[in-house]
């Protein structure tokens, strides 16, 4: 079965700290999709990053940066020097090649204090 | 057309009543989704149309909720018979036809309250 954990529910952090969002997955399937949806107070899921199974190169865009990890079935997510705009809820997400649906953790709560 | 949009952006009704809600996905979008989002949680899928073609249904979407997409632009989510175990976010969503290929793009979704 498609199982998405986000065991962190909040965090709080300070501007300018670093912080990482963990994801960990459970599928059965060889071929998935991996992604990161941030939700912001206006409710609006944004999408960020979409990872296939077959590659697990990290990825670095700008202040983000995600590190996938098929030995660990983990996707996890960090922030380089937080800011006030990145307080949001952040949503890891799984789809696998047969089905286009998403699974959903339940999210992780981040409030960046100034 | 920049975007996903829901209508109406909330909604309160009795239990007992029927609601609709109507989605606009972006316009080049073949595939269009229905989420559930209740407090706390993430969101639950409940459907999912490609074109005009409902090509899956969740478990959750019971005989109650029925969804449209007639000429595969538009959409719509009916609720019939309003329970308050309904009270949720209902989110929009569309993407290309690729499966997992392509980003599912989401609208700001409808708040349902059921009282």
């Known amino acids: 079965a498609q199982k998405v954990t986000q065991a962190q529910t909040e965090i709080s952090v300070v501007e300018k700290e670093d912080v990482t969002l963990d994801c960990v997955y459970e599928?059965?399937?060889?071929?998935?999709?991996l992604f990161w949806y941030k939700q912001p107070p206006s409710g609006e899921l944004v999408f960020l990053i979409r990872r296939n199974s077959f590659d697990e190169q990290n990825e670095i865009s700008g202040r983000y940066s995600w590190n996938f990890q098929k030995s660990t079935s983990s996707f996890n997510f960090t922030i380089t020097a937080s800011q006030v705009v990145d307080s949001a809820v952040y949503f890891c997400a799984l789809s696998e090649a047969h089905t286009d649906k998403l699974i959903f953790g339940t999210g992780t709560r981040l409030q960046v204090f100034p | 057309d920049t975007g996903v949009s829901q209508n109406p952006r909330h909604k309160i009704t009795k239990r007992g009543q029927n609601v609709t809600f109507r989605c606009d996905p972006i316009?080049?979008?073949?595939?269009l989704y229905w989420y559930r989002q209740t407090l706390g949680q993430g969101p639950e899928f409940l459907t999912y149309?490609?074109?005009?073609?409902?090509?899956?249904k969740s478990r959750l979407l019971s005989d109650r909720f029925s969804a449209e997409r007639p000429k595969g632009s538009f959409s719509t989510l009916e609720i019939q018979r309003t329970e308050q175990g309904d009270s949720a976010m209902y989110l929009c969503?569309?993407?290309?036809?690729?499966?997992?290929?392509?980003?599912?793009?989401f609208g700001q979704g409808t708040r349902l309250t059921v009282v």
């Open positions: 149309f490609q074109n005009e073609a409902q090509l899956e």
């Open positions: 599928t059965r399937d060889t071929t998935y999709y």
């Open positions: 969503a569309s993407s290309l036809s690729q499966p997992g290929r392509t980003e599912a793009f």
């Open positions: 316009s080049e979008h073949n595939r």
